[in-house]
């Protein structure tokens, strides 16, 4: 495919691109980075392109797969993630403060995907299914994960806090 190919044929599927990591990613920065990333790929891979291709739907899975590479990106924590925990600007005081630790402390007590998930569910305001596709669990999976680490953070609190 040629530059006024590619022109002609991908540059026009930017809105429907752009529509359709809307609808898996909610910030505005992600978003644009994964409609970036999709027309640089579509790019690099232009001469593999033919008229034999659908391009809108070639175009619209390049952009899905490239949301669900920023999803993977942004579902990476690290305990220095759960240490630095800021919910809001109130956390300012002892006592806030003492409850992040207290939790970020029960966080570091589950087991690794429990605690990816409950952080991506309540600190990324992932919903389970950009979880599951993030992680490529199934949906089933990720409430059961989500029920399970929840329970078992309740009931480390209760035990350790009551």
Same mark, same amino acid.
């Given at each position: 495919?040629?530059?006024?190919?590619?022109?002609? %044929?991908?540059?026009?599927?930017?809105?429907?691109?752009?529509?359709?990591?809307?609808?898996?990613?909610?910030?505005?920065? *992600?978003?644009? *980075?994964?409609?970036?990333?999709?027309?640089?790929?579509?790019?690099?891979?232009?001469?593999?392109?033919?008229?034999?291709?659908?391009?809108?739907?070639?175009?619209?899975?390049?952009?899905?797969?490239?949301?669900?590479?920023?999803?993977?990106?942004?579902?990476?924590?690290?305990?220095? *993630?759960?240490?630095?925990?800021?919910?809001?600007?109130?956390? *300012?005081?002892?006592?806030?403060?003492?409850?992040?630790?207290?939790?970020?402390?029960?966080?570091?007590?589950?087991?690794? %995907?429990?605690?990816?998930?409950?952080?991506?569910?309540?600190?990324?305001?992932?919903?389970?299914?950009?979880?599951?596709?993030?992680?490529?669990?199934?949906?089933?999976?990720?409430?059961?994960?989500?029920?399970?680490?929840?329970?078992?953070?309740?009931?480390?609190?209760? %035990?350790?806090?009551?």
């Amino acid at each position: 495919m040629t530059e006024e190919e590619f022109k002609t %044929k991908v540059m026009p599927c930017r809105q429907l691109m752009l529509e359709s990591a809307s609808r898996l990613l909610r910030d505005r920065d *992600d978003i644009l *980075d994964c409609l970036q990333e999709a027309l640089t790929s579509l790019w690099k891979n232009r001469s593999s392109l033919s008229d034999e291709y659908n391009i809108p739907a070639y175009c619209i899975t390049t952009v899905r797969h490239a949301a669900i590479s920023v999803m993977r990106r942004r579902a990476r924590f690290s305990d220095e *993630d759960i240490g630095s925990l800021n919910l809001t600007e109130e956390s *300012d005081t002892l006592e806030n403060k003492e409850m992040l630790r207290i939790v970020a402390e029960g966080l570091n007590t589950l087991p690794e %995907k429990q605690r990816k998930v409950i952080m991506m569910n309540s600190l990324s305001d992932m919903t389970g299914e950009e979880i599951a596709k993030a992680t490529g669990m199934s949906q089933t999976n990720i409430r059961t994960i989500l029920s399970r680490g929840r329970k078992t953070l309740k009931e480390y609190l209760k %035990k350790n806090y009551e």
